[in-house]
């Protein structure tokens, strides 16, 4: 082969791009860019498969996605949304500076909102629609980021939706005349807030899967269809919660083109940067362009543009996308000549662009998130895209506007005051109309009735449907619940066996088949139906999928295959709790959001729900939202085999902290029947905030008949079951089950009376919880009202003369019957499994936790020797005679 010299080489290699380049823009001129595109896509093909490894990047530059050339003007009065942003500005900055005057300052935040005022102004003057929106739609639903509440307050102000008296009470709820609670929180302002966003994570997850709710509310013809908008606003730091970014591939593959994010990325969180060493913004991208998300990056304001068209090298884009976040937060504390020097001066080039620029033009270059035209621009495109999610990542500062009080600096996120050079500082800036006598006082304010800004924002608003946000509940109650669905499980199985969940599910299919609750049913599983024997529901109503089935599924030839349909109407979400309980929170809440009363059952392996989920449930609480939880296959000596992280004998005791979830450990099918029925009455019919739990367990047994005036019993949380036979036999024992436990405690029952003359009543105790807290609220009452009567709790009342000792036995920690204790007439001996579970067959998990029938019997004859009424020998025996080890090792710490 003949020598080729380097020079010569590279006047080949010169040539050879220079023809393709040629060729390539033939093809431009000729086909236009989608040809270019395939054109592409076809050679990189070819490549791949002759061996050739192509870099990869999701990346594109750092530079705004929508160019200069594509931008539309804006519509409306710039200028008096400017000053109308201003104004927002300052009553936010305001109210959080003045909560804080007092010692004990109960803090809020000023920065956040400071920096993200413009993607907030932008969106309130031209894309919030409200649920008043005259296209027919219910409007939008936004997840407000909780730390920037102060922003959204002081709009809600000027445009007169609450007064000077709420902003001076921000975060004081409990005061006179009404308070703002510091973040979005429906449960505390029920009118105002939607959505609670404040747990970070949370506020995005929910988005996602409310977006995917409205499509499966449409495509069930319970909504008409509409282009309504999910927005969801977070912080660039709140993307490291793993809630933020987990779900974001469900919304690309069901192009759920309702769903917008909108990320302030200012680059700092609480304590620092987000990322010093890199750059949240290029990672954010990849991770979203990865899932198939429509990108828009809006990082530099209309100034740069002039600077970027000059940059035909491509330094300058160079230069953007080189400098890591730590050393653009930098820049933003830096004066002019700073950046000159070290952001411009790394190239004679670069810099002889700017020498036209005063080091204060330099300075005040804005960033593409503080700009409106290039926010509207990019909210614009975001709404009109079809076919996927877009996701805006909007660049700002942090505490932009505050200067020396903390613009760009790390303790930003926790500035609380501002003294009173800073606040004539922030004044001046913003043209705020405040004299310096009266900006010591940091007053509040607001233009005249009639001046042109508060009418702008009234029109802007009517015209986009109603203020934004707004809680307003638009569903009608429904009338009533029949009872005829509930009576075939009144009557017991007649000796059949059947678990609590088998009844559910029965109960489940039912409720579907209703010709007027039907529709409303909202079945959820995370890859669980078959755990809990519901796949015959796969075929009966079909799996939501707004695609409907593109297959054959491999069991289309049996009788329950496995359906998808468009108006499937089981949400089956795969291996995610947090997931569906975010599906759970969006059907749960469409009677206010929507106006459609949906009924959502949650069922899920009962282990990884408020354990592992519980922030969620605890937003659902927060959020009102109505619907029915269902742990199934708990118990921790109930389910076999599964083990340590499976086997749950903790979530009733998780359920008694949120306030207002109702929670039950039924036994029996009756007991289902009478909770559901009443929590459907409950939250539908009279509309109460409440939600609802059930455990329901996977052991088969006969259900018994529903014993007779038990009603109130099941729903107050205890009721007898059997009565002794021997009323007046001289050892009495009340004895206390719950769950799959109960069968055990009836079981002992037996035993005491036939072998040991102790005659028990058997009592159900369906919620500990409601007991713990009926009985809590009459305390209280009677704290209050020394003068008056004493209430007495049903719990009390329920006991009062029952004799003997009392002993409570349940497959949940031993907490929940301890709750109750002090309103019994005695001291109670209480049998539950704390500790760690393991694999065991269900026999010997109750022996090991100590809650079969023989413990119930030992416990009950070892309460009656300690009370006088037995001799201890007597225990013993029965001991011996049940196998029962008094050695045997704490399984509370083993
Ligand atoms: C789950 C959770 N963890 C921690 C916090 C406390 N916290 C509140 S704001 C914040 C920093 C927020 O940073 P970022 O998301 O970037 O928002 P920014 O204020 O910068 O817009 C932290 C750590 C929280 N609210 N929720
Ligand atoms: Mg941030």
Same mark, same amino acid.
């Given at each position: 082969?003949?020598?080729?010299?380097?020079?010569?080489?590279?006047?080949?290699?010169?040539?050879?791009?220079?023809?393709?380049?040629?060729?390539?823009?033939?093809?431009?001129?000729?086909?236009?860019?989608?040809?270019?595109?395939?054109?592409?896509?076809?050679?990189?093909?070819?490549?791949?498969?002759?061996?050739?490894?192509?870099?990869?990047?999701?990346?594109?530059?750092?530079?705004?996605?929508? %160019?200069?050339?594509?931008?539309?003007?804006?519509?409306?009065?710039?200028?008096?949304?400017?000053?109308?942003?201003?104004?927002?500005?300052?009553?936010?900055?305001?109210?959080?500076?003045?909560?804080?005057?007092?010692?004990?300052?109960?803090?809020?935040?000023?920065?956040?909102?400071?920096?993200?005022?413009?993607?907030?102004?932008?969106?309130?003057?031209?894309?919030?629609?409200?649920?008043?929106?005259?296209?027919?739609?219910?409007?939008?639903?936004?997840?407000?980021?909780?730390?920037?509440?102060?922003?959204?307050?002081?709009?809600?102000?000027?445009?007169?939706?609450?007064?000077?008296?709420?902003?001076?009470?921000?975060?004081?709820?409990? !005061?006179?005349?009404?308070?703002?609670?510091?973040?979005?929180?429906?449960?505390? #302002?029920?009118?105002?807030?939607?959505?609670?966003?404040?747990? #970070?994570? /949370?506020?995005?997850?929910?988005?996602?899967?409310?977006?995917?709710?409205?499509?499966? @509310?449409?495509?069930?013809?319970?909504?008409?269809?509409?282009?309504?908008?999910?927005?969801?606003?977070?912080?660039? &730091?709140?993307?490291?919660?793993?809630? =933020?970014?987990?779900?974001?591939?469900?919304?690309?593959?069901?192009?759920?083109?309702? @769903?917008?994010?909108?990320?302030? $990325?200012?680059?700092?969180?609480?304590?620092?940067?987000?990322?010093?060493?890199?750059?949240?913004?290029?990672?954010?991208?990849? =991770?979203?362009?990865?899932?198939?998300?429509?990108?828009?990056?809006?990082?530099?304001?209309?100034?740069?543009?002039?600077?970027?068209?000059?940059?035909?090298? &491509?330094?300058?884009?160079?230069?953007?996308?080189?400098?890591?976040?730590?050393?653009?937060?930098?820049?933003?504390?830096?004066?002019?000549?700073?950046?000159?020097?070290?952001?411009?001066?790394?190239?004679?080039?670069?810099?002889?662009?700017?020498?036209?620029?005063?080091?204060?033009?330099?300075?005040?270059?804005?960033?593409?998130?503080?700009?409106?035209?290039?926010?509207?621009?990019?909210?614009?495109?975001?709404?009109?895209?079809?076919?996927?999610?877009?996701?805006?990542?909007?660049?700002?500062?942090?505490?932009?506007?505050?200067?020396?009080?903390?613009?760009?600096?790390?303790?930003?996120?926790?500035?609380?005051?501002?003294?009173?050079?800073?606040?004539?500082?922030?004044?001046?800036?913003?043209?705020?109309?405040?004299?310096?006598?009266?900006?010591?006082?940091?007053?509040?304010?607001?233009?005249?009735?009639?001046?042109?800004?508060?009418?702008?924002?009234?029109?802007?608003?009517?015209?986009?449907?109603?203020?934004?946000?707004?809680?307003?509940?638009?569903?009608?109650?429904?009338? %009533?619940?029949?009872?005829?669905?509930?009576?075939?499980?009144?009557?017991?199985?007649?000796?059949?066996?059947?678990?609590?969940?088998?009844?559910?599910?029965?109960? @489940?299919? !039912?409720?579907?088949?209703?010709?007027?609750?039907?529709?409303?049913?909202?079945?959820?599983?995370?890859?669980?139906?078959?755990?809990?024997?519901?796949?015959?529901?796969?075929?009966?109503?079909?799996?939501?999928?707004?695609?409907?089935?593109?297959?054959?599924? *491999?069991?289309?030839?049996?009788?329950?295959?496995?359906?998808?349909?468009?108006?499937?109407?089981?949400?089956?979400? &795969?291996?995610?709790? =947090?997931?569906?309980?975010?599906?759970?929170?969006?059907?749960?809440?469409?009677?206010?959001?929507?106006? *459609?009363?949906?009924?959502?059952?949650?069922?899920?392996?009962?282990?990884?729900?408020?354990?592992?989920?519980?922030?969620?449930?605890?937003?659902?609480?927060?959020?009102?939202?109505?619907?029915?939880?269902?742990?199934?296959?708990?118990?921790?000596?109930?389910?076999?085999?599964?083990?340590?992280?499976?086997?749950?004998?903790?979530?009733?005791?998780?359920?008694? =902290?949120?306030?207002? $979830?109702?929670?039950?450990?039924?036994?029996?099918?009756?007991?289902?029947?009478?909770?559901?029925?009443?929590?459907?009455?409950?939250?539908?019919?009279?509309?109460?905030?409440?939600?609802?739990?059930?455990?329901? #367990?996977?052991?088969?047994?006969?259900?018994?008949?529903?014993?007779?005036?038990?009603?109130?019993?099941?729903? !107050?949380? /205890?009721?007898?079951?059997?009565?002794?036979?021997?009323?007046?036999?001289?050892?009495?024992?009340?004895?206390?089950?719950?769950?799959?436990?109960?069968?055990?405690?009836? !079981?002992?029952?037996?035993?005491?009376?036939?072998?040991?003359?102790?005659?028990?009543? *058997?009592?159900?105790?369906?919620?500990?919880?409601?007991?713990?807290?009926?009985?809590?609220? $009459?305390?209280?009452?009677?704290?209050?009202?020394?003068?008056?009567?004493?209430?007495?709790?049903?719990?009390?009342?329920?006991?009062?003369?029952?004799?003997?000792?009392?002993?409570?036995?349940?497959?949940?920690?031993?907490?929940?019957?301890?709750?109750?204790?002090?309103?019994?007439?005695?001291?109670?001996?209480?049998?539950?499994?704390?500790?760690?579970?393991?694999?065991?067959?269900?026999?010997?998990?109750?022996?090991?936790?100590?809650?079969?029938?023989?413990?119930?019997?030992?416990?009950?004859?070892?309460? @009656?020797?300690?009370?006088?009424?037995?001799?201890?020998?007597?225990?013993?025996?029965?001991?011996?005679?049940?196998?029962?080890?008094?050695?045997?090792?704490?399984?509370?710490?083993?």
């Amino acid at each position: 082969m003949r020598y080729i010299s380097p020079k010569e080489q590279a006047e080949l290699d010169a040539t050879e791009t220079r023809e393709w380049l040629d060729s390539l823009d033939y093809v431009l001129q000729s086909g236009g860019p989608a040809k270019v595109a395939r054109l592409l896509r076809e050679l990189t093909i070819h490549a791949r498969q002759n061996g050739v490894k192509l870099p990869f990047t999701a990346n594109t530059p750092y530079i705004n996605t929508i %160019s200069d050339d594509e931008q539309v003007l804006m519509p409306g009065s710039p200028d008096l949304e400017r000053r109308i942003k201003s104004l927002v500005r300052w009553n936010a900055a305001a109210m959080v500076v003045r909560a804080n005057k007092a010692e004990e300052g109960i803090g809020g935040h000023i920065s956040t909102y400071a920096s993200a005022a413009t993607l907030y102004e932008v969106g309130f003057n031209h894309f919030f629609r409200g649920h008043d929106s005259s296209d027919g739609s219910t409007g939008d639903v936004i997840f407000f980021q909780g730390h920037a509440a102060p922003g959204i307050y002081a709009r809600a102000y000027i445009e007169g939706r609450i007064d000077e008296t709420h902003l001076e009470n921000f975060r004081r709820e409990t !005061k006179a005349g009404g308070g703002l609670s510091s973040y979005p929180h429906p449960w505390l #302002m029920s009118d105002f807030w939607e959505y609670p966003t404040v747990s #970070m994570g /949370l506020g995005p997850i929910m988005a996602i899967y409310h977006a995917r709710f409205m499509r499966y @509310l449409e495509d069930r013809g319970l909504k008409q269809k509409s282009n309504s908008k999910v927005w969801a606003f977070l912080g660039d &730091g709140e993307t490291d919660e793993p809630e =933020a970014l987990g779900a974001i591939t469900l919304p690309a593959r069901e192009k759920l083109d309702n @769903l917008i994010f909108v990320i302030n $990325c200012n680059l700092q969180r609480l304590d620092g940067p987000v990322r010093g060493n890199g750059q949240i913004i290029q990672e954010l991208e990849a =991770a979203f362009r990865g899932a198939g998300w429509n990108v828009i990056k809006v990082l530099w304001g209309r100034e740069w543009d002039s600077l970027l068209a000059k940059d035909r090298e &491509g330094l300058l884009v160079k230069r953007m996308g080189e400098i890591v976040d730590g050393q653009y937060q930098k820049y933003a504390v830096s004066d002019g000549a700073y950046v000159r020097e070290h952001f411009w001066g790394v190239d004679p080039r670069l810099l002889e662009m700017v020498k036209h620029l005063s080091d204060d033009q330099l300075k005040k270059m804005t960033l593409g998130g503080h700009d409106p035209v290039k926010v509207y621009n990019a909210y614009k495109a975001a709404t009109e895209y079809n076919g996927a999610p877009t996701v805006v990542l909007a660049r700002t500062i942090k505490g932009y506007g505050l200067g020396e009080a903390g613009e760009g600096k790390n303790i930003t996120h926790q500035q609380k005051k501002m003294n009173e050079e800073e606040l004539r500082a922030f004044r001046t800036r913003f043209g705020i109309p405040i004299s310096d006598a009266e900006i010591g006082k940091t007053p509040f304010y607001r233009p005249p009735e009639d001046s042109i800004e508060i009418k702008y924002m009234r029109e802007r608003r009517k015209a986009l449907g109603g203020y934004v946000p707004t809680r307003k509940v638009r569903s009608e109650p429904l009338a %009533s619940v029949s009872n005829e669905l509930f009576e075939e499980f009144y009557k017991g199985t007649e000796g059949r066996k059947a678990s609590t969940t088998m009844v559910f599910v029965r109960l @489940l299919s !039912k409720l579907l088949r209703d010709k007027d609750l039907g529709r409303l049913v909202v079945p959820i599983v995370p890859d669980e139906a078959r755990t809990f024997g519901m796949e015959s529901l796969f075929r009966a109503v079909g799996i939501y999928s707004h695609a409907g089935q593109m297959y054959e599924p *491999v069991d289309m030839d049996t009788l329950l295959y496995y359906k998808e349909a468009s108006d499937g109407q089981i949400l089956e979400e &795969g291996i995610t709790e =947090a997931g569906s309980m975010s599906s759970f929170i969006a059907a749960g809440t469409a009677y206010a959001t929507h106006g *459609v009363n949906t009924i959502p059952f949650f069922i899920y392996y009962s282990m990884f729900g408020f354990q592992r989920i519980g922030d969620l449930i605890w937003a659902a609480g927060d959020s009102r939202a109505r619907g029915f939880l269902l742990g199934g296959t708990s118990g921790r000596t109930t389910l076999a085999g599964e083990g340590l992280q499976h086997q749950d004998g903790n979530s009733q005791l998780f359920a008694l =902290a949120y306030p207002n $979830c109702v929670s039950y450990d039924p036994a029996f099918a009756y007991e289902i029947a009478v909770i559901i029925h009443d929590g459907i009455r409950r939250m539908y019919v009279d509309q109460e905030s409440i939600f609802y739990y059930l455990t329901v #367990m996977n052991e088969q047994y006969a259900m018994p008949e529903m014993p007779n005036g038990a009603r109130e019993g099941i729903l !107050k949380g /205890l009721y007898k079951f059997r009565s002794a036979s021997k009323p007046d036999a001289a050892l009495r024992a009340q004895l206390f089950g719950s769950g799959a436990i109960l069968p055990e405690v009836i !079981k002992a029952q037996e035993i005491l009376e036939s072998k040991y003359n102790v005659s028990a009543d *058997v009592w159900s105790v369906t919620s500990y919880t409601e007991l713990y807290r009926e009985g809590h609220a $009459c305390e209280r009452w009677n704290m209050l009202h020394p003068n008056e009567p004493r209430r007495v709790p049903y719990v009390t009342q329920s006991l009062e003369d029952a004799p003997g000792v009392l002993i409570a036995a349940s497959d949940y920690v031993k907490a929940m019957p301890d709750a109750i204790d002090r309103w019994l007439p005695r001291p109670m001996t209480v049998l539950g499994t704390d500790g760690f579970g393991r694999s065991e067959t269900r026999a010997a998990l109750r022996e090991f936790f100590e809650v079969d029938y023989r413990y119930v019997i030992v416990a009950t004859l070892a309460a @009656l020797a300690r009370a006088g009424k037995l001799d201890a020998s007597i225990v013993e025996q029965a001991m011996k005679a049940h196998n029962v080890n008094s050695e045997k090792p704490n399984p509370a710490i083993s």
